[in-house]
């Protein structure tokens, strides 16, 4: 049975982690969608859109930051998607980081994703091995079959 935490609750890397990276601001909750595709699996969720964000706490965005910083190191394996409301530079920025280390990735990208192509190519270039694929359904299904 699938586990879940979620930011800022923390997670002490025992269990088999799986950080959610990608979208959060401006993007519809692809994070709840997926922890519904994974509920049988073994692994734990870690995500990091919080149900709800201190605003007003100048400190939030740094214990966020630290908070994905410090997940994404004890994940076993990291999910990246890439939906069509945004950009997601950030989640580019990880994939880009995490693309050149051996750490297990699973990637999906929203067919109308704005940078599709550039995730494709450049995935492709560094870690030959990563298959991506284009929903949420095909991104959980390589989780469960890994």
Same mark, same amino acid.
């Given at each position: 049975m699938c586990k879940y935490v979620e930011a800022p609750e923390e997670f002490d890397g025992t269990d088999q982690g799986l950080f959610c990276a990608g979208g959060i601001t401006g993007c519809p909750?692809?994070?709840? #969608?997926? !922890?519904?595709l994974l509920e049988s699996s073994c692994w734990v969720l870690l995500n990091p859109r919080r149900a709800s964000f201190p605003l007003d706490d100048p400190n939030a965005a740094r214990q966020q930051i630290e908070w994905e910083y410090k997940h994404l190191r004890i994940a076993k394996a990291i999910l990246f998607w890439f939906p069509c409301e945004s950009v997601c530079p950030i989640a580019l920025y990880e994939l880009g980081a995490w693309s050149m280390t051996n750490k297990r990735l699973f990637?999906?990208?929203h067919p109308n994703y704005l940078r599709r192509q550039d995730v494709e190519i450049q995935t492709g !270039? +560094?870690?030959p091995d990563i298959r991506i694929v284009y929903? !949420? #359904? /095909? !991104? /959980?299904?390589? +989780?469960?079959q890994s």
């Amino acid at each position: 049975m699938c586990k879940y935490v979620e930011a800022p609750e923390e997670f002490d890397g025992t269990d088999q982690g799986l950080f959610c990276a990608g979208g959060i601001t401006g993007c519809p909750n692809w994070q709840k #969608e997926m !922890l519904k595709l994974l509920e049988s699996s073994c692994w734990v969720l870690l995500n990091p859109r919080r149900a709800s964000f201190p605003l007003d706490d100048p400190n939030a965005a740094r214990q966020q930051i630290e908070w994905e910083y410090k997940h994404l190191r004890i994940a076993k394996a990291i999910l990246f998607w890439f939906p069509c409301e945004s950009v997601c530079p950030i989640a580019l920025y990880e994939l880009g980081a995490w693309s050149m280390t051996n750490k297990r990735l699973f990637v999906g990208v929203h067919p109308n994703y704005l940078r599709r192509q550039d995730v494709e190519i450049q995935t492709g !270039l +560094v870690r030959p091995d990563i298959r991506i694929v284009y929903s !949420l #359904e /095909a !991104l /959980a299904q390589q +989780v469960i079959q890994s």
